[in-house]
């Protein structure tokens, strides 16, 4: 009995249960949902990669689209013109968005506030350009074919694992989204979390305490930046084209969207906000359009009312409830 | 032997056109408790602010423990040994008592985001002892048994206590303590004045800033009075108490007024 009241109170058993059903349910359920989860997953990895830089450390990049295209591109075109592998591309598309993520932050963090905020649009938008406008490297506005999938893994026992079909590549791209889960929670409960958000909840006082606030954006706006990479490296490959629509600016305000009604600063938050605001649009099979409309009324409804977004509302609620008895 | 701590000498601040500090030479020796007392605006926490690298002298050299520190950036100032608390009180809301007192730490445990995501037990080790150190200080202040309480739900007395433990965290060699018993309940001041001089018998050196002038006439070695930016006494607190500029100046009368 204690055993199982202690599996009930412990978090990671809602954890394991949701990884359960993000393992079944495609299976299951099959046909178009696996590539709508996809999507879903590759967008959460994006939102975890926001969330440690705008949940955790309070800076808000809209530009993080850049950094989906260039791990996209970098991985693309390493595979595609050098004809290396996957992993190797793989390894070095993680590089060149860790190394751009470094190089931008450095001047943007001068920046505080709005500014910072526009600094990352502008970038977002110049890094679209290039991808259109540099037709011999990028292709321009068609973009890459060919982006490859990952190697077969072989196994032990003489079978392969391949990554043809969507079933496998919907298995491949959840296995990075939970490693990278594991990682963005391991950092934000450790010192180094603890500094994120000292940063995030008073600048000026962390500053005071002997802390180089600098650095740390640094360090949390590099790592942003190699998550957004890798989300846009694993889309390369599971979609084989790139194009500078992958990775248009306004991808970099959907992903801060997502967050925010998900609940930014919190560790669901990354994943429930791109499972609503994608599964659900896909599956009502709505016009582009009104799709368009319904989510800005839906994110400025988020802000005004909900600003802890879905899952930092829950928290909160269920906190209260926790609480209840003791206050009466 | 250098046995100066802090040295201020001839420092100016403007901002824009206004003067808000004007040569200001102060010394302040290991093991001192030196209150800066004056009127509103007087210049008090913009001297902390230029101290501690928040804002930029306009002219003038600050040395600490022989060491230049004009120039220094806030968390550089602070490596050198030399904590602060705000008047405003600073500490992370959010967070909990215990985790304010961790994060008042960071600075002495280096942290390395490999260790944190492959939870190495170096790391963990660290994190152990960050957090048995937090305990220690916080009992110090005597806030141990409101550890895992969230900062921002402790009294103002409490949260004041809190604010020096994460200064104190730092492991300073010189404290600046802006008004600790501002916003205080008056029944509880003299618990804040106990704590205060409980840091200087630990062998750490004060400067306060202060305007209840009982506390500061009991606990200073000096006293310094400021107004308008200018420094117009120095000395005992018995002779400040009574220097005519100072009286005049309390009573909303200043001879280093502009135009007077």
Request: hydrophobic letters at 50%.
């Amino acid at each position: 009995m204690k055993t199982i009241e202690q599996l009930r109170s412990s978090p990671w058993t809602a954890w394991l249960a949701l990884l359960l059903i993000a393992l079944i349910v495609p299976l299951v359920l099959g046909g178009y949902l696996i590539t709508i989860l996809t999507i879903v997953c590759i967008y959460a990895i994006a939102c975890i990669g926001i969330n440690l830089l705008f949940g955790y450390t309070g800076l808000l990049s809209v530009g993080h689209s850049a950094f989906l295209g260039i791990g996209a591109y970098a991985f693309g075109l390493i595979a595609i013109r050098f004809g290396l592998g996957f992993w190797p591309s793989f390894c070095a598309s993680i590089i060149i968005s860790g190394i751009a993520g470094f190089l931008i932050g450095i001047p943007a963090l001068r920046l505080k506030g709005h500014y910072f905020v526009l600094v990352t649009l502008a970038f977002a938008v110049i890094i679209n350009i290039i991808m259109m406008a540099w037709i011999e490297l990028t292709g321009g506005a068609a973009g890459l074919a060919g982006a490859p999938r990952p190697d077969p893994i072989p196994l032990p026992w003489g079978d392969v694992i391949r990554f043809q079909s969507p079933l496998s590549m919907y298995y491949f791209i959840l296995f990075f989204l939970v490693i990278i889960f594991v990682v963005s929670y391991r950092l934000i409960n450790s010192l180094v979390g603890k500094t994120f958000i000292a940063i995030r909840d008073d600048e000026n006082l962390t500053q005071s305490l002997g802390i180089n606030t600098m650095s740390n954006k640094l360090v949390s706006f590099t790592i942003s930046a190699i998550i957004a990479g890798i989300a846009g490296a694993l889309f390369a490959s599971y979609n084989t084209v790139i194009s500078p629509d992958s990775a248009s600016f306004m991808k970099g305000v959907e992903i801060v969207a997502y967050l925010i009604i998900g609940g930014a600063g919190t560790l669901a938050g990354p994943l429930v906000g791109p499972l609503i605001m994608i599964a659900i649009p896909e599956m009502l099979q709505m016009v582009p359009e009104i799709r368009q409309l319904l989510f800005g009324i839906i994110l400025v409804l988020f802000i005004i009312f909900l600003p802890k977004g879905i899952a930092g509302e829950v928290s909160f609620l269920t906190s209260r409830i926790k609480s209840q008895p003791r206050n009466v | 032997m250098n046995t100066t701590s802090l040295e201020i000498s001839n420092v100016s601040k403007y901002f824009g056109g206004l003067l808000a500090i004007s040569e200001i030479d102060l010394t302040i020796r290991p093991g001192e408790l030196v209150s800066i007392i004056g009127p509103n605006g007087s210049g008090k926490s913009t001297l902390f602010n230029v101290v501690t690298g928040i804002h930029r002298s306009s002219s003038g050299a600050i040395r600490f423990n022989g060491k230049d520190i004009t120039h220094m950036k806030p968390y550089q100032v602070t490596r050198q040994g030399i904590g602060r608390t705000f008047q405003q009180t600073a500490i992370f809301r959010r967070a909990s008592v215990l985790d304010n007192v961790i994060i008042g730490q960071l600075l002495h445990t280096r942290t390395a985001v490999w260790g944190a995501i492959f939870n190495t037990r170096s790391t963990r080790r660290k994190e152990a002892q960050t957090r048995e150190k937090a305990r220690q200080i916080l009992s110090f202040v005597n806030l141990e048994d409101k550890d895992s309480q969230i900062a921002g739900n402790l009294t103002q007395e409490a949260q004041k206590r809190l604010s020096i433990a994460i200064a104190l965290a730092t492991e300073p060699t010189l404290l600046l303590l802006d008004e600790p018993t501002g916003g205080v309940n008056i029944r509880e001041i003299d618990g804040l004045i106990e704590l205060v001089e409980k840091v200087r018998k630990s062998g750490i050196s004060i400067c306060l800033i202060e305007h209840k002038m009982r506390m500061v006439m009991n606990i200073s070695d000096r006293v310094i009075a400021l107004c308008y930016g200018k420094k117009i006494a120095e000395g005992t607190p018995k002779e400040v108490a009574s220097h005519e500029q100072v009286v005049k100046a309390y009573l909303g009368e200043c001879n280093a007024a502009p135009g007077k």
